[in-house]
């Protein structure tokens, strides 16, 4: 158990729909990630929150793309008329204590676009 | 320079080998760096973190040369319960705990 739950777990649209996905952390936890993860890759970080304040903005961050964590607890991703290319596991992950740089993912969102 | 380079592999070894990856790094101002484990269509999960020239864990080394910028992992006596993707991990700048992963590197460990 990883802490972090999330949903759905997969999720297959068409092309042009808009998706949303939601992470839950167990207990209160001040920093909140969002990273994707396509085949082949690494996890690409997407945006931060620190409580329910986002802080950061990755590039890949595109407009059709936001993310919300309007209580500082749980977070929703939102991706609007989605394309091919959106396709990917999309992970949420909540910080470890301190500044340790141990990240704690969630078993992640896959997103096949058709 | 990509910020985090690895090699992807796969490499395969047999039981009980000793098998080593490296992964470069481009930001010469970067402090700590860590070494996450990916089990296939699984979370990645932190490994050991490396904060000066090195970290041992049990079968486990990591081992860091600023001077050339790279960070290596090495596992001995391998097991069947080792393969996995191995990913390299540098923080973005700016902090936050924002990480840059590189691609990862595929181990296989065979009877």
Redesign the interface.
């Given at each position: 158990d990883?802490g972090v739950s999330q949903n759905p777990r997969h999720k297959i649209t068409k092309r042009g729909q808009n998706v949303t996905f939601r992470c839950d952390p167990i207990s209160e936890h001040n920093?909140l990630?969002w990273y994707r993860q396509t085949l082949?890759?690494?996890?690409?970080?997407l945006t931060?929150f620190?409580n329910e304040a986002q802080?950061?903005k990755s590039r890949l961050l595109s407009d059709r793309f936001s993310a919300e964590r309007p209580k500082g607890s749980f977070s929703t991703l939102e991706i609007q008329r989605t394309e091919q290319g959106d396709s990917a596991m999309y992970?949420c992950a909540i910080?470890?204590a301190g500044?340790?740089?141990?990240?704690f993912?969630?078993?992640?969102s896959r997103l096949t676009v058709l | 320079r990509k910020e985090?380079e690895q090699d992807?592999g796969p490499f395969n070894v047999p039981e009980g080998a000793t098998v080593a990856f490296n992964c470069t790094y481009s930001n010469s101002a970067s402090q700590?760096f860590?070494w996450y484990r990916q089990d296939c269509r699984?979370?990645?999960?932190?490994l050991m973190?490396v904060y000066s020239s090195g970290n041992e864990d049990g079968r486990f080394t990591a081992q860091l040369n600023r001077a050339s910028q790279y960070i290596s992992l090495l596992i001995r006596d391998s097991k069947l319960s080792d393969s996995a993707t191995y990913?390299c991990?540098v923080?973005?700048t700016?902090?936050?705990?924002?990480?840059?992963?590189?691609?990862?590197t595929q181990l296989k460990v065979e009877l």
């Open positions: 990883t920093r990630y082949g890759q690494g996890p690409e970080f931060y620190q802080l950061e992970l910080a470890g500044n340790t740089g141990e990240l993912f969630g078993e992640g | 985090v992807p700590s860590f699984k979370e990645p999960k932190l973190s990913l991990v923080p973005l700016g902090g936050g705990n924002k990480l840059t992963f590189g691609t990862g």
